[in-house]
């Protein structure tokens, strides 16, 4: 690669375009750092998968029955609810599919203390 005039030509490297069919291009909005927005992308998907592993290791703790990640994510977090409002509380109604796999966790992370968390 010595001897190139240019650097490499990556996707996310800086490189502001000169033209842009015939005509100097408009500059429509700010420049972003591509590479600070694949780390932040990075790490809200690991932080996304260390949840909903987290929500598969206490599922199995509590129902004593093995689960992948994807079943978790269709039968657990992806059920159909509603939010109900009312003046002091609000009340979330889950399908009742789901409601048992709800309660059982619910009542599983209830039962954890700090200690077990750290």
Same mark, same amino acid.
């Given at each position: 690669?010595?001897?190139?005039?240019?650097?490499?030509?990556?996707?996310?490297?800086?490189?502001?375009?000169?033209?842009?069919?015939?005509?100097?291009?408009?500059?429509?909005?700010?420049?972003?750092?591509?590479? =600070?927005?694949?780390?932040? +992308?990075? *790490?809200?998907?690991?932080?996304?998968?260390? !949840?909903?592993? #987290? @929500? $598969? /290791? %206490? &599922?199995?703790? =509590?129902?004593?029955?093995? +689960?992948? *990640?994807?079943?978790?994510?269709?039968?657990? !977090?992806?059920? #159909? @609810? $509603? /939010? %109900? &409002?009312?003046?002091?509380?609000?009340?979330?109604?889950?399908?009742?599919?789901?409601?048992?796999?709800?309660?059982?966790?619910?009542?599983?992370?209830?039962?954890?203390?700090?200690?077990?968390?750290?």
């Amino acid at each position: 690669m010595t001897g190139w005039p240019w650097g490499p030509a990556l996707s996310s490297a800086r490189r502001p375009k000169s033209n842009y069919q015939g005509h100097p291009p408009v500059r429509r909005s700010v420049s972003i750092d591509a590479f =600070a927005n694949n780390e932040v +992308r990075l *790490l809200l998907n690991a932080l996304a998968y260390d !949840l909903v592993h #987290a @929500a $598969r /290791v %206490l &599922l199995e703790q =509590a129902t004593v029955e093995g +689960r992948g *990640l994807r079943r978790v994510r269709e039968r657990v !977090l992806k059920v #159909a @609810a $509603r /939010v %109900l &409002l009312h003046a002091r509380r609000v009340v979330l109604v889950i399908a009742r599919e789901s409601a048992g796999l709800w309660q059982k966790s619910w009542t599983k992370l209830g039962s954890l203390s700090t200690a077990h968390l750290t």
